[in-house]
DNA sequence: CTGAAAGCGCTTACAG
DNA sequence: CTGAAAGCGCTTACAG
């Protein structure tokens, strides 16, 4: 029976079965109680009472939510949608709940965002945050654990995750140095952002180490970005092009076809992320695939190391390797 | 100052201020006090305390945790991330948070979830529930009030928020038909699915209406899918393919350019959905525009109003519209 | 106007 | 072994 009005509480079951909130409370959560009668009493009261625990005073009482906040600069972008996909299948497994707010790229917001979910969360995961160093140092100052991913954290006392793109990034100008590109464009992501140094730095290996010249446009982390960055780096008369993200070479393709420059016949194209749709463009394109999914498992693991307080890993990082599909092929003559 | 060890409490507050915990909560609550010379000590103890409230003691006394839980499919379905996306900042506006649980597409694990959430939340968003009606009749005797998105719910007592699918496929089926095309095929989704119904309707009313011949293959919801499927309508001789989604699509379209088939000059192609990379495609998609955002915003809304008790909209029904961008024109002859 | 006190629904040391 | 009681950190009727 559903009772009208308020919820059955551990008084009701108490008093219907004749026995103490105690001895309720030590049925419900399975903890060993002598008497059977007992049990069964209580078993039967909470079932016609239709008892449902108050979580948040169980929370409150026992000072833990088992429950962790997320912060993203966008739910939007799949490459945050593969993190939190990745983290959530672990978190249900380990009965941890995720709090997600999203900042809409803006780092003012992201502190804020901390601040307000650290009261009700174990544990917070910082997805790439763009807030400045010192508000990053404020964030570390809270009493409640916290893991970035994808940012370099200096010394202070939290822990990060994040992938080398840097490997990947030499992988795809060896790729297309051995195709036989000398000269090859690079559409750049924000100029804050940790990710585009570690591109940058495996672009400028590759680049040394295989003898090819490279070009650098800025062109952020959007479609429209690589839409408008690709033609300055056309006039310079690039044979490849190599971009921050897969979302960004999209913006670029989109424009090359309005263009009529035929990809790869005419330039080859390297993305970044291995998105879900990259391998369904046409032509399919040649990417770097990050662990997205395993960067949000080992967050959620190195942050849960933290919550149990203990030595914890301080760092870690994944690889990314170049995923060689049809955007790429030798240069025309 | 941060104290060590315990975190500070309103009764460290009180005695450091020399005053009540009573007009302490008044205090941090911003209700009004008379003596400022006590307002101004309690605000110094805090600050010097570091005092943050413990946000769970707070709801628990409250009895209500400006929380909802949102239950989506796949996280990682651009469709979700964008009816996310629409919640989330008008959430944020109205002091809510969000707890968001991925059921993996597994239709057994969503009663679970919102059993898990509902003693946690003030309400719940039930995205495109896949769940069997035997489970939403359960769901809908919780306690916490719930909304369906893009599911019809009988007779229970659920809010829904819908899309209306069949009124940009009827302007689909009316393009096509206006280009010239007089047998179009169909990627189906999912048997079960509740979009795809409105999907069928439509493209049957627009075929009906103008005199256009329409195959269907089920296809499913993913690009794989998609695919797969194609084929067998090529087989069937049809001059435009309308799929389920544009995740669909672009597995067809993947499929057709390794079939060399040209997009739009021998086969027109029209997704569902506009997620963000349709524009970028090359060509870039014609599609049918689902307000995603919108559809959380509403579902959203409707929550607030089941939440705060009294009459509130059972039912709503978003439209959509059709966008012309490349990937049709008038068939081959 | 401020303070002393009750109480939200649990869990858990402590008695008996 | 079970129960009576204290207490988690707040908020809020109620006194004074």
């Not at 002598?34 to 039967?44: F, P």
């Not at 380990?94 to 601040?115: C, K």
């Not at 680049?207 to 070009?215: C, N």
């Not at 995923?323 to 003559?333: E, G, L």
Request: charged share 25%.
């Amino acid at each position: 029976m559903v009772t009208a009005g308020r919820r059955a509480t551990i008084q009701d079951i108490a008093r219907a079965a004749g026995v103490s909130t105690a001895t309720v409370s030590r049925v419900i959560n399975g903890l060993p109680v002598a008497d059977l009668a007992l049990v069964e009493r209580v078993r039967d009261a909470a079932r016609e009472l239709d008892y449902r625990p108050n979580a948040v005073a169980r929370d409150f009482r026992r000072g833990v939510t088992h429950t962790i906040g997320v912060v993203v600069p966008d739910l939007a972008n799949p490459f945050f949608a593969a993190v939190l996909k990745g983290m959530a299948g672990e978190l249900a497994t380990a009965e941890h709940r995720m709090l997600v707010a999203d900042s809409g790229e803006d780092p003012a917001e992201e502190l804020r965002l901390v601040d307000e979910l650290s009261g009700r969360c174990d544990g917070i995961v910082l997805c790439s945050p763009r807030m400045p160093m010192r508000d990053l140092r404020q964030a570390a100052r809270r009493p409640t654990p916290i893991v970035c991913t994808n940012r370099s954290v200096a010394r202070l006392p939290l822990g990060t995750v994040g992938i080398d793109s840097s490997v990947g990034m030499v992988e795809a100008v060896e790729h297309l140095a051995a195709l036989g590109h000398e000269h090859v464009g690079y559409l750049a992501g924000p100029r804050s952002s940790w990710s585009d140094k570690g591109r940058r730095a495996g672009l400028e290996e590759g680049a040394r180490r295989h003898g090819v010249r490279a070009t650098v446009r800025v062109a952020g982390s959007t479609s429209d970005g690589g839409y408008d960055a690709l033609p300055g780096l056309l006039e310079r008369r690039v044979t490849a092009v190599l971009a921050f993200s897969d979302l960004v070479a999209l913006g670029a393709l989109a424009r090359l076809h309005e263009l009529d420059v035929d990809v790869p016949r005419d330039l080859s194209v390297v993305g970044f992320d291995d998105i879900p749709v990259a391998a369904f463009l046409a032509p399919p394109l040649t990417t770097v695939n990050l662990p997205k999914e395993e960067l949000g498992r080992r967050a959620w693991a190195m942050l849960r190391e933290h919550m149990a307080g203990g030595a914890a890993a301080r760092g870690a990082l994944l690889p990314s390797r170049l995923v060689v599909r049809r955007s790429t092929a030798r240069p025309a003559r």
